[in-house]
């Protein structure tokens, strides 16, 4: 069974730095790009940052460029989040997904977690 679980969520000030995680199992992820993705109350499920789970290639959106940092590490199928200099309007629940087209698009990823709520206060 193909499980993506987030952890690593929580309350962090202004400027601060916080980690999410995603443990991903049921499968081999060769082939697959990861996806970060976030959602904000009252707002559209925006894409985050990707990462080709092979070759470690990343691609960021740029509201998060320079701050934001994905990683994967093949020996934990794992997948990370770092970010940095955080800011209120990156208050989001934020979703790991996994998807073979490697695109930005939500719709065309496979699997999805079931969130982990990041709250940046002011």
């Known amino acids: 069974q193909v499980q993506l679980v987030e952890s690593g969520g929580g309350l962090v000030q202004v400027g601060g730095s916080l980690r999410v995680s995603c443990a991903a199992s049921?499968?081999?992820?060769?082939?697959?790009?990861m996806g970060w993705f976030r959602q904000a109350p009252g707002k559209e499920r925006e894409f985050v940052a990707r990462i080709w789970w092979s070759s470690g290639i990343r691609d960021y959106a740029d509201s998060v460029k320079g701050r934001f940092t994905i990683t994967r590490d093949n020996s934990k199928n794992s997948v990370f989040l770092e970010m940095t200099y955080l800011k209120p309007e990156d208050t989001a629940v934020y979703y790991c997904?996994?998807?073979?087209?490697?695109?930005?698009?939500?719709?065309?990823?496979?699997?999805w977690g079931q969130g982990t709520q990041v709250t940046v206060s002011s």
């Open positions: 049921g499968r081999t992820w060769s082939g697959y790009v």
């Open positions: 997904a996994a998807g073979t087209r490697g695109t930005s698009h939500g719709p065309d990823y496979d699997y």
